[in-house]
């Protein structure tokens, strides 16, 4: 098997290449000789409005931010397709394991606009317990896994789980969403070098945005892109245009049959570009041009699939202004709600450390309970949780 | 009952634990077909199959990341870390991701299912790198639980409650009494309990404290003690995270005296823990100051390790000062 | 001397330590063009070039694996690591490397040139992974230093004395901070001790202990205890390891009581070394249990992050309740 | 520059393959068409010396571990050719940051073995101080670095020491072997790819052969070995065969020549494989055919070379047996020597921790020494060091 050679030659990658799968222009018309994806009406319309509730939920919620109603924000912005078009590809039982950027998936399988409102909010109805920073989501029932902010963590972390879903032989699959940032850690190569040891049916999705915060890809890697990393696991692997929703679909759709029927790992590498800052506490003029901006802004991959929708008649300018606007109300009024709601309780502080609370912790909690009864005026949150009293003054404390 | 060494009685506790849940996995480096480098493993994959135990690529941080994953996905994985020396790579996962996973989540998803299993601690010529006491790193991370055994009866019953607790929990295994330590172990199913000490001494004058392979060395310091007249009572933690220290600071409040030993380095080491706790709740019943004997602070050594160790008669010495104050 | 908040300051020093020797070279993520994400690195890459001042890819364990080479090899990398919660995916490098690399080798090499700058702590809205204080994980690492300033000048002396420390020093920054404490900083070149605490006010009646970010909120209590006329003595721990147990020890036997402050859970945190160590060595001074005021046992909030922190009110009660004894 | 295709193809990596360099048939033959390196007589007799020392010292220490003269040891048998043909192509000022098998690079460079056998017995000698286990060797002067046990650590250091070669500018480099197994570690990815992104002067020679302690490449990767991971970083790379030293010369004297002329990173793979076992705490029978280890003995490297030399007519069975002979004298002579040595002093316990050492560790070694002062029978070293008498009974203790 071994292939000998007597002549040292050095190889470096150059000698392939990999080309990026599209099937719209940015007209949103399919390119010649491209064929369109199995994509029936109804399916295509709700990747379609999800793109678009996405685009106007980080609108919103980053003015919200800037207001100073909500301390920190992350727009998927630009990125609808790559996040949208994968998850309608899968199976709606198949786990998700993101970075932290793709509401876009929550939002295609039925997350609600309160749902996303009380975690930014960190409210009394936060699933996370007002515990980690606005956009951590995480749902049980959508087998989404909660957001941690630790990059690539979740990488190796869909390995195993999609290694117990292939035990457990339900056909399902992971997913896992990073960035091409995120990639460069050692749990990246961990992942997939376990995944194609172990032939485990998880699909590796990079969104290459360009950036990590400041950062270019340049600086980044010197290869061209994630992709060829594949290689080096013999494992499957796709580029795609991240700005076409119908080609990410397709390569995903396609990467789940290698992934749940074969047992194998595929890397899919989506290239796209991150048009808004990296958070509502960055500001990207300082590292990159505007121009650079406007040419992706260009590539609106909402605005392509809307332009392909239309095309084929599923989707008209009518429905369109009405989505925008009945959207924009939701957002809005479940705003107001969220804001409001109290905080999660002192025993918050507590729970699920461990599956039941400890002695100690008791002690602890305890402790502070005593502490708070003296200084309400101090902990309006904690004193509000144990119903305290407190002067009307420090209660300002909560409406910023 | 069975006579068995303190591996014989690891392997025993895996080998019920996935005869018993299909959900069990085992893996690591090295523990498929060979067994592990210990042979804690042995026979695993013959009676389970590859699928159930099996041999990772060489990457700490893959293969916690990987039982993270599979723990969340409701499998009960028991990962093998070759050595406590190389669990480092795997510190993120352990200390960001395990530690946290329920509290971040809201309880929605969890790791209780994971077991780390590790070999741990010096005394056999291993230098820097096969010798560390690494637990006081862990027992700093709340979520975690960390579950030391003394001897080959608790070894087996600890590990089955580990491996059945809702909770992650670390192993710390003695690897000096891997093979060292034997004792009657009965071949079938048992627990011991997570989070509670064990008085395995009773005395009046003193308390002495430790974990693990210390214990033995402990007990030979009692001996001492007891030729001189000082009657010791000794406790073994056996879980250090939570830590019992009820029983402890009961003990104190009756013997007024306390000495704790670990092999780890004296700074930062989980005996300060230990002191501090106690000196705080014993304020008025300690009659001498709570000594700790412990390694250096200094790496593990090698040619010098007898010198560096807190064996018997430096336990001992301690004991004596104390209750000569 | 001029008006600097605490990121100007440190900016100041790895100017000047750039500008005096060129083997100073600084980088981690994003350190580069946009000169970090607090922009304590802003201008250096334009200053020095893109050779000694630049973004690295995002991987911990490279950013350190790669520093303790070049540290090695004779150069003095500053090596950012963006939050001390990203830290871990380094801990290998630095607890089995960095911390043994000297010892390990006989002194044939060593990785004396590194400083590693990361911003830790609380208080800042950040939840879990933006808050922590991992302090006590490498306090309990011998081989390595740990220094953590509490105001600009602080930073700007000590920075340049780790920088040019013959080993390897762990540089913890209180983000919380960064732009909110100012002060007189002198514009030239100067050091302060590393390894040396310091009194910051002094008092007869108890001995307040605590660094970084924590001397703020630990003065305020103090003030708050003099309105009741308690006295407090204070100090800088500054240096964490290896620590100034001297001063501690020396300030408890004039006082008699002790009170400890971290951010950091409390078991296992280093306020527990520092109540072991003068609880011994002040057996026969105390007059009331040393308290630790502290994080809670559990990973850091975000919405009760008030409730949470060790404030000023809660140091208040632990000093009242030590002198009420 | 990005191409575009418009049908969902998968790539595997099997789009290419790797050849293996070989210059030499295991007859020590130029293969035909291959042309030998510019390696003259005395560099390829130095070379040769240094894989033959290399195994009769591993011989020789492997049975003295059996008599419990040694506590540990491990081989390079097998491997002397990747070792030392690799060692022979660098600058003597290259700086060389192995794994832990490849005492043939300070065999070649010119380890004395009294240098090996002072660390091997942890003697006062040792320049480690008697700190690790054995085969930790360093040597500063060789420009050696000592070895620690944690693997791949050494990898990304390697990245960063090359990175202060560059910017001294004094055109050396940095050489770092690795096993295959190791290579799957995470520093691994962060060395790779930290090198290919700020273009630096290192060798990444990996050692495939065939195992990780028990467990073989099959399980370690999916791959066709490690050299297509090279792909993914955009680095040169070339895989030679490891038990034809003349080979590895020629690849690591030409990837030599692009790091250190180009700035650039290279990757090597030799394949080879471990013909002992993993250390001497370990038992091969457990999980590895006899016959499979008996083909590879044939493809010995060390005689492979010696062929070629003795038809060069550059070495004679003369001059084989006579330095068979010598080195075997010279190794045991010094063995008896190095056992015989004091352990290093009770003070080595504490220096080296920090370049000073602390009052702390003043204070704990000044505690212990009143301890051993009491007990000095329990301490034998520690009391020699003091200069205590013990009773005769206790020395026993030493003579292991
Ligand atoms: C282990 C770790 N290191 C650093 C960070 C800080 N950080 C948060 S996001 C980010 C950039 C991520 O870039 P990329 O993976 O490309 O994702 P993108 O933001 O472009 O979607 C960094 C450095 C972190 N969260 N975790
Ligand atoms: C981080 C770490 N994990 C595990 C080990 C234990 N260990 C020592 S050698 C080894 C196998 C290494 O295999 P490879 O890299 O192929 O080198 P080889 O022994 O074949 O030369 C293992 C698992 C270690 N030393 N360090
Ligand atoms: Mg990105
Ligand atoms: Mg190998």
Known sequence: ?400 | MAKMNLLQAINGALDIAMAEDDKVICFGEDVGVFGGVFRATSHLQEKYGKARCFNTPLVEQGIIGFANGLAAQGSVPVAEIQFADYIFPAFDQIVNETAKFRYRSGDLFNVGGLTIRTPYGGGIAGGLYHSQSPEAYFTHTPGLKVVVPRNPYQAKGLLLAAIRDPDPVLFLEPKRLYRAATGEVPEEDYQLPIGQAEITREGGDITLVGWGAQMEVIHKAAELAEEQGIDCEVIDLRTLSPWDSDAVVESVLKTGRLVISHEAPLTGGFAGEIAATVAERCFLYLESPIRRVTGLDTPFPLVLEKEYLPDHLKIFEAIRESVDF
């Open chain 1, 1 to 400: 098997m071994t292939r000998f050679d007597h002549q040292p030659s050095f190889m470096t990658g150059d000698e392939f290449s990999i080309p990026t799968f599209s099937l719209l222009d940015p007209e949103g018309v399919l390119y010649e000789g491209a064929s369109a994806p199995a994509l029936e009406r109804d399916h295509a319309r709700r990747l379609y409005k999800a793109m678009l509730a996405t685009r106007l939920l980080d609108e919103r919620m980053l003015a919200a931010q800037r207001q100073g109603r909500l301390s920190f924000y992350m727009q998927c912005t630009g990125e609808e397709a790559a996040i949208v078009g994968a998850t309608a590809a899968l199976d709606e039982r198949d786990m998700i394991m993101a970075q932290y950027r793709e509401q876009g998936a929550l939002m295609y399988r039925g997350f609600t606009i309160d749902e996303f409102m009380n975690q930014l909010f960190g409210n009394e109805l936060d699933y996370g317990k007002g515990r980690q920073m606005p956009v951590h989501y995480g749902s049980r029932k959508l087998h989404y896994m909660t957001i941690s902010s630790p990059l690539a963590t979740q990488i190796p972390q869909a390995t195993g789980y999609a290694y117990g879903q292939k035990l457990a032989g339900d056909g399902l699959c992971t997913l896992t969403f990073f960035g091409e940032g995120a990639a460069s850690e050692g749990d990246f190569h961990a992942a997939l070098n376990m995944a194609s040891v172990h032939q485990v049916p998880v699909i590796f999705f990079c969104r290459n945005n360009g950036y990590a915060i400041s950062t270019p890809a340049v600086e980044q890697f010197a290869a061209d892109g994630i992709a060829p990393r594949a290689m080096g696991y013999r494992m499957h692997v796709i580029r795609v245009d991240g700005n076409d929703a119908l080609a990410v679909f397709e390569a995903t759709r396609r990467a789940r049959v290698i992934a749940v029927e074969q047992n194998k790992p595929v890397l899919i590498e989506a290239m796209s570009y991150r048009l808004a800052a990296h958070s509502s506490s960055d500001d990207p003029s300082g590292y990159r041009a505007k121009s650079e901006e406007e040419t992706w802004r260009l590539k609106d991959p909402v605005l392509r699939f809307r332009k392909w929708l239309t095309r084929q008649e599923w989707w008209s300018d009518d429905e369109q202004s009405e989505l925008e606007e009945s959207l924009r109300r939701e957002v809005l009024d479940t705003l107001k709600r969220a804001e409001k709601r109290a905080a999660p309780p002192l025993d918050s502080l507590i729970t699920d450390v461990y599956a039941e609370v400890t002695p100690e912790l008791t002690r602890q909690l305890d402790g502070l309970k005593r502490h708070i009864r003296r200084y309400p005026e101090a902990y309006p949150k904690g004193a509000k949780s144990l119903d305290l009293d407190i002067a009307p003054a420090a209660s300002t404390d909560e409406e910023v």
